[in-house]
C-alpha cells in the first residue's frame, strides 16, 4: 500500500555541475539509502506496472538496475539488463542514443525478450528521452511490446516524453 502523503523528491539530492559544468544531476542515492523511501517507490512502480501483464522489465546500466530488478520481482516477472556495450556475454542487439551531454549505445541479448512479450520499460531519469527511445527500440526489435515506460525523476523542461509519444509514461517525480 503506498503513501501518496510521502514525499519523495524531499530525498533526492540536487548536485550542481555533475558529469559536466551547466548539468544539475538528480541524486537518487539518498533516496535509495532511505528504507522508508526506497520501499515508497518501489511499490509505486509496482503499483502502475500492476494492471499490465507485465513479462519482463527492462532496466539501463545503471541506476535502472536498481529498483528495475525489484519492480520485476513485485510484479512476479523477468528482469532484463540493457548494458554499455561489451558488457553482456552472449549475442547482442544495439541500440544507439544521443544523452543530453554525449551520445551512447545499449545492447541487450538477443533472446532477453521473446515475440509478444509484455514489456515495463524503467530508468532512474527521463531527460532527454534518447536513452528510454533506444530501449523501447530494443523490445520492439527482440518483437516485445512495450506496455508502459517508468521513471524515478522527469526533467520536464528536457522534453524526453517528445520522444516517447504514444507510449504510457509514469514518473514518481517531475521537476
Do not use: W
Not at 520492439?140 to 509519444?165: N, Y
Amino acid at each position: 500500500m503506498t503513501d501518496a502523503g510521502f514525499d519523495l523528491a524531499a530525498h533526492v539530492r540536487d548536485i550542481p555541475d555533475f558529469p559536466k559544468e551547466g548539468i544539475l544531476f538528480r541524486d537518487i542515492m539518498p533516496l535509495l539509502q532511505e528504507p522508508r523511501a526506497l520501499r515508497e517507490a518501489v511499490d509505486r512502480l509496482v503499483e502502475y506496472g500492476a494492471d499490465k501483464h507485465v513479462d519482463v522489465v527492462m532496466g539501463a546500466e545503471a541506476r535502472g538496475f536498481i529498483l528495475g530488478a525489484a519492480v520485476a520481482y513485485g510484479l512476479g516477472a523477468g528482469f532484463v539488463c540493457a548494458r554499455k556495450p561489451g558488457k553482456l556475454p552472449h549475442e547482442t542487439v544495439a541500440a544507439e542514443y544521443a544523452l543530453e551531454y554525449g551520445n551512447n549505445t545499449l545492447e541487450v541479448h538477443r533472446d532477453a525478450i521473446k515475440p509478444g512479450q509484455n514489456v515495463l520499460v524503467h530508468d532512474d531519469l527521463l531527460a532527454t528521452g534518447g536513452t528510454a527511445r533506444a530501449k523501447v527500440d530494443l523490445v520492439e526489435k527482440l518483437g516485445g511490446k512495450v506496455v508502459g515506460v517508468s521513471f524515478i525523476i522527469e526533467l520536464s523542461a528536457l522534453r524526453g516524453r517528445d520522444k516517447l509519444s504514444g507510449y504510457d509514461i509514469f514518473s514518481l517525480i517531475t521537476y
